[in-house]
T-cell receptor
Framework: GESVGLHLPTLSVQEGDNSIINCAYSNSASDYFIWYKQESGKGPQFIIDIRSNMDKRQGQRVTVLLNKTVKHLSLQIAATQPGDSAVYFCAENGKTSYDKVIFGPGTSLSVIP | GAGVSQSPRYKVAKRGQDVALRCDPISGHVSLFWYQQALGQGPEFLTYFQNEAQLDKSGLPSDRFFAERPEGSVSTLKIQRTQQEDSAVYLC????????????FGPGTRLLVL
């Protein structure tokens, strides 16, 4: 099989700077999107979600932006901290009768102290 | 409970061996999901349970993979005659209801098939 995905896209930011992680999703019919954070050796952890009737949603230090026209999501992290270092996945629901989640390939965020 | 737990955390198997991976979801959660995560990739859906009913098993890669949740709580993912390509982290997640709820993930079981 293919070996794609062994080298995750990596974003390196200085501590205190803002981070922006981008994601393109595939299904124009998806109406619910989630960002997950995964630290080494742990399962994915929910960060923030957004429904398709919104363009922007803010949480604590995080903001998610949704552009349905170009099927693009972004996660903005304000004042990035060393504890933010992890792999970030965007995910979309799979339009079934239950919340089947389809994950994107992930971006590795590295915070430089 | 405190969260989703999985056991064992690590499993080394010889090719051809059968393995069983356990998931303890959060108490009272109706939905339970299994995912497979290869190195450097996002989790990929394997199967979904609503209580004890397995409503979707479209992601199971072959008939060597079998999952059950007989009493609607604990679930077991069984892999028969393991192959090297089965090496991955197997994640379990649960959510309170079938729709519109956050999925909570366990720490995963890292399976290495030699």
């Amino acid at each position: 099989g293919e070996s794609v995905g062994l080298h995750l896209p990596t974003l390196s930011v200085q501590e205190g700077d803002n981070s922006i992680i981008n994601c393109a999703y595939s299904n124009s019919a998806s109406d619910y999107f989630i960002w997950y954070k995964q630290e080494s050796g742990k399962g994915p952890q929910f960060i923030i979600d957004i429904r398709s009737n919104m363009d922007k949603r803010q949480g604590q230090r995080v903001t998610v932006l949704l552009n349905k026209t170009v099927k693009h999501l972004s996660l903005q992290i304000a004042a990035t901290q060393p504890g933010d270092s992890a792999v970030y996945f965007c995910a979309e629901n799979g339009k079934t009768s239950y919340d089947k989640v389809i994950f994107g390939p992930g971006t590795s965020l590295s915070v430089i102290p | 409970g405190a969260g989703v737990s999985q056991s064992p955390r690590y499993k080394v198997a010889k090719r051809g061996q059968d393995v069983a991976l356990r998931c303890d979801p959060i108490s009272g959660h109706v939905s339970l999901f299994w995912y497979q995560q290869a190195l450097g990739q996002g989790p990929e859906f394997l199967t979904y349970f609503q209580n004890e009913a397995q409503l979707d098993k479209s992601g199971l890669p072959s008939d060597r993979f079998f999952a059950e949740r007989p009493e609607g709580s604990v679930s077991t993912l069984k892999i028969q005659r393991t192959q090297q390509e089965d090496s991955a982290v197997y994640l379990c997640a649960s959510s309170l209801t079938p729709a519109g709820e956050t999925q909570y993930f366990g720490p995963g079981t890292r399976l290495l098939v030699l």
